[in-house]
């Protein structure tokens, strides 16, 4: 019978090991780790050490230790599950003044020839020689910010072997860069540019993960169908009358002027010839200057009309009067770039377990890399808890083929992960394995690009290929 220790891995005997791989029940990843195929427990041989086989990607870049880690350090150094689970915990008081009496003979030639299980046995407790150092940076220290976890590796669906000639969407996870201190990007900078790589070269099923994407990794899927980009930019209606116009031409010419050296005298004679100028493009524009003794009479009505609560506007006074109206001398203007929004539905039909996992994987990964990080804070400053958000990974999407690049359809920048919507019943009904995984799933994604396209962009790096952007 198998021992569960703490839910970090199972330790079986060597014919059940042996059973387990050749049934497919256990896998072996690329890492030499043994793990249960369908929870991902870690497999250990019952009476061998396998300390070796411990994955430290569970912890790297941690700046404290968590319960589990301190707990099995102290099982590894000999003492029973009630002492390590106490010190795990923080209740040193429960292991103060004497072992523990329901220990094994194994365990208590252990902790006689271990100083540290002296000084409790004594009931001398010394903290420097019973607590670890990561222990000490979780009870004596206090909580610190942990440091931003990675756990590589890639994920495929389906399986199916990857030649030269095979097309596929290649999805990079990676961790998304701030702006800066000056709060803008430069036009055409390449700084969100998605470089040229590969790791969809392998046509074997060994080299992929067994465990979940954590702020990286790579994630590989056919093309789906309907794939399209959308590139468009915003343009708005302007209006400005012929008035307005000779107005506001009038006022740059008279801010223009050099005044420097003039004399007030000076002064009044310019702006005299300004007002002089833009009167005579007024009258010439209205045709006599009786259209524009009429318009300034239906300005001054109208404004008298708002008196009486009256919702009448010069225009309309005009309109009414003479049948005509101002022209508006409308033009479409550029008001700014847009951001693109790209959408992929995949269909995923199990057709093995290794697919299941595979699926199952894939569907963790986009949403746990789009939610946003608490830990951390704006600067890195240490100690901000939790007031601060951090944002979310950002993903890097390819259209490859085999190894390079596709030769014809648009590039991407890095974009953000908007929305995940998956159906667990594709086919309209719910079917599942085994196991409990569905037999058809649908995952809707939706991406929006970081910053726009500019023309730049189609002038070096990545744009320069197939049709650009």
Not at 252 to 272: F, H, L, N, P, S
Not at 277 to 296: H, P, S, T
Not at 389 to 409: A, D, E, M
């Amino acid at each position: 019978m198998a021992e569960e220790v703490d839910g970090r891995y199972q330790s079986v005997p060597q014919e059940v090991m042996d059973a387990g791989l050749s049934s497919g029940n256990y896998v072996r990843g690329a890492d030499g780790i043994v793990r249960d195929y369908f929870t991902g427990t870690e497999i250990r041989v019952r009476g061998q050490d396998n300390s070796s086989t411990v994955d430290q990607n569970d912890t790297i870049g941690a700046d404290v230790a968590s319960e589990a880690d301190i707990y099995q350090q102290y099982r590894d150094n000999g003492y029973s599950h009630e002492e390590a689970l106490a010190i795990s915990q923080g209740g040193l008081e429960t292991v103060i003044g004497g072992g523990d009496d329901t220990s094994s003979s194994s365990e208590s030639t252990r902790k006689r020839n271990n100083p540290i299980s002296r000084n409790l046995q004594s009931g001398r407790f010394d903290i420097e020689a019973a607590i670890s150092d990561y222990a000490k940076d979780r009870f004596l220290k206090g909580p610190t910010r942990k440091k931003r976890t990675i756990q590589d590796g890639i994920l495929r669906y389906p399986l199916q072997a990857l030649t030269s000639s095979t097309d596929y969407l290649q999805i990079d996870i990676g961790n998304y860069e701030p702006v800066g201190d000056r709060y803008i990007n430069t036009p055409g900078s390449s700084k969100r540019y998605v470089t040229s790589t590969s790791r969809g070269s392998s046509n074997s099923t060994a080299h992929l993960s067994t465990r979940p994407l954590i702020n990286a990794g790579t994630i590989l899927l056919p093309i789906p169908s309907n794939i399209k980009d959308t590139n468009s930019a915003t343009y708005g209606d302007s209006q400005i009358n012929g008035l307005a116009a000779t107005g506001a031409a009038l006022l740059e010419d008279v801010m223009e002027t050099d005044w420097t050296g003039k004399t007030q005298e000076d002064i009044i004679k310019a702006i005299k010839g300004s007002g002089v100028k833009a009167m005579g493009e007024v009258i010439e524009g209205a045709g006599n200057v009786d259209f524009i003794k009429n318009r300034l009479r239906k300005q001054f009505v109208g404004n008298a009309m708002k008196l009486f609560d009256a919702n009448v506007t010069p225009a309309s006074l005009l309109a009414r009067a003479n049948g005509e109206v101002l022209n508006p001398h409308m033009e479409l203007l550029f008001t700014g770039p847009t951001i693109r929004n790209f959408r992929f539905s995949f269909k995923f039909t199990p057709r093995n377990e290794l697919e299941a996992q595979q699926v199952k994987l894939i569907i963790r990964a986009f949403k746990s890399n789009m939610a946003p990080k608490v830990r951390g804070s704006a600067n890195n400053f240490t100690g901000s808890g939790t007031y601060f958000l951090k944002t979310p990974n950002v993903f890097k999407i390819q259209y490859k083929s085999g190894n390079r690049n596709h030769p014809f359809l648009n590039k991407f920048k890095e974009c953000f992960l908007t929305n995940v919507d998956t159906s667990y019943t594709a086919d309209g009904v719910y079917t599942t394995y085994d196991d409990g995984t569905p037999t058809s799933i649908v995952l809707d994604l939706s991406f929006k690009e970081t910053e726009p396209i500019y023309d730049l962009d189609y002038e070096q790096g990545p744009g320069t290929q197939g049709v650009g952007y």
